[in-house]
Structures are given as C-alpha cells and as structure tokens.
C-alpha cells in the first residue's frame, strides 16, 4: 500500500538540473553538458584583440574626425588663421552629429515610401531656407550693428585717445554683439509686456516647424535693424555734417566725431528718466487729488469759486 521510492538519482545530476533550472526560471530541465568548442583559447584571444581594435578604431575616430572636419570647416570661414583646437573639434563634434541625425531621420522616412520623403524633402528644404535668411539677420547683421554700436559708445572713447584713430574688427564686434544680443533678450522676456516681447514670445510659442518669415521679418529683424542702422547713421552724419558747416577746427571736429555717441547715449538716457520722473509725479499728484477730493466716484469740494457760485444759483433754481 506504500508508494514506491523514487528512483536513486546522482548528486551531480540533480545539482546540474537544479543549476539550469534557477537559470532557466523553471522547473528542472535535466542535466546539460557542457562542451568545450574547439580553439577555445584562440578564440577567446581573437575576442580580445577585435575588442582592443575596436576600441581603438573608436576612439581614434571619435578624436581624430572630428577635429580634422572642423579644421576643413574652419579653413574654409577664415582661411589661415589659426583656430584653437576646442573650437575646431567642437564645430566637427556638431558636424558629425548632424549627419547621423540627418542619415536617421531619412533612413526613418525611407521605411514610408518615396512620396513621403519627397513631402518631407520639401518641407525641410522650405524650411531651411526660410532659417538661412533670417539667420543671416537674426545671427550676422543684427549682432554686428550692435557690436559696432557698443564699440563706438563705450569702448573706443575709453581704449583709444584723440590723437589715434580707432580700428574696428568686425569679428571681434560680432562676437561681442552675440552675447549682448543674449542678455538684451533676456531682460526683454523679464521686462513688461511691450511690443518686441510679445513678438518674440509668439515666434518661441510657434516653435521651428511653423516659422511665419514674413512676421519675424517685419516685426522683429526690420524693426531691430532699423533702430539700430538709424543709432549709428545719425550721429556720424550730424557729426561730419553740422560740425564741419560751423567752421570749427580740425582737432574740435575730431572731438565731435569721437565723443558725439557717447553724448547721444546720454541725452537719451537723461530724456528717459526725466519722462519717467514726470510721469510719476503726475501719478502722485493724481492720487493725491483722488485722496483729497474723490468720494466713492464723485468728486466733491473741487469747483472753482466762481463756478460755485453759479453752480449754486443752478441748484437754487432747479429746486424751487
């Protein structure tokens, strides 16, 4: 009535299934052998030396292709100039990266058909176009004016006398036209809500596939540009027209050229904060005349004296 043993198993065995069980995550599968391939060491040192070769071959290429494309690039915008080498690897790491991203994103439109690449095709190159020519104003014209306008107002009458005359770079203007042009946007997106805010708020809301050229153009690049060309044209013209129809000396001419910016920058700086003090003492007289004088939303107690008294015979008249 008792059922019978198990069948006597070797220890060896049942370990082995145990072992390629809990690998396998199931129930024992039976004992497998483990075979050795033949060449096993020549294999495993092949494994080693490709790993080593690949790695080398990677980083080889992930040093060396990059920077040789960026010097391409380099020597091809400024020609013999010598460019420090984190730029030039810099300019070839982005080179490299918009490649695969373009060879991904054109091996994903391969898998929908030929007529949707060619939609897609037209549509980026649309949009590249449109990109390039207000790059060109946005990232060249507008970051150079301003450069050359900080240059004239702030850094050529303190670095360079009145007996020399001063040299503009217009790489160095640029550079430093694009980092002004970066803290000017800042603090317009952190100031009030006027004109340019809200353009450039509606350009970011947009987004890069629906760029309105005909807006950025006019409402923001036109604008900009213009203030910016009429800033530098009208004190040089004023300068090398009024001064010279007074009859004044050549070295007092000199001094109207060189100094007129700065004084320019200046009335205008002063106009502004006298406007802004007048508009807030007008405000402050306003709320204290509402203080004094405005009860709820009538005002009271402020009619001339002589009015009064006709206001009065008005009043008179009407009750009886």
Not at 81 to 106: D, F, M, Q
Not at 119 to 129: C, R, S, T, Y
Not at 178 to 187: C, E, Q, R, S
Not at 304 to 310: I, K, P
Request: glycine content about 8%; charged content about 10%.
């Amino acid at each position: 009535g008792q059922p019978a043993p198990p069948p006597p198993q070797d220890i060896g065995e049942g370990l082995g299934a145990a072992h390629q069980a809990m690998l396998q995550g199931g129930g024992p599968t039976g004992f497998q052998p483990y075979k050795r391939p033949p060449f096993f060491a020549a294999r495993i040192f092949a494994l080693l030396v490709l790993m080593c070769l690949t790695f080398f071959l990677a980083s080889t290429t992930s040093l060396v292709l990059p920077v040789f494309m960026g010097r391409q690039l380099m020597w091809l915008w400024v020609g013999d100039t010598k460019i420090h080498e984190l730029y030039t690897a810099g300019c070839g790491l982005y080179i490299c990266w918009l490649c695969l991203r373009v060879s991904t994103v054109i091996g994903g439109w391969y898998l929908q058909g030929w007529a949707i690449i060619k939609a897609k095709l037209q549509l980026w190159g649309l949009l590249i176009i449109k990109s390039l020519v207000m790059a060109i104003v946005l990232l060249m014209v507008i970051p150079l004016l301003l450069g050359l306008l900080f240059d004239v107002i702030i850094v050529a009458p303190m670095r360079v006398p009145l007996d020399q005359s001063p040299i503009f770079f217009p790489w160095q203007d640029w550079a430093l036209g694009v980092l002004h042009m970066k803290i000017l946007t800042a603090v317009v997106m952190m100031g009030p809500q006027w004109w340019l805010k809200r353009a450039i708020e509606r350009v970011y809301n947009d987004g890069m596939r629906n760029l309105n050229m005909r807006f950025i153009m006019t409402q923001i690049c036109v604008p900009v540009s213009t203030f910016l060309g009429m800033a530098l044209a009208v004190p040089y013209v004023i300068a090398h027209s009024l001064a010279p129809a007074f009859g004044v000396s050549l070295e007092a001419q000199t001094l109207v050229v060189r100094r007129i910016y700065p004084f320019v920058l200046t009335v205008i700086i002063c106009s502004a904060m006298l406007l802004f003090q007048i508009r807030q003492f007008r405000r402050l007289y306003n709320h204290i005349k509402d203080d004094k004088y405005l009860v709820g939303q009538r005002l009271v107690n402020y009619i001339h004296h002589a009015t009064s008294q006709e206001h009065r015979k008005q009043t008179e008249a009407a009750t009886s």
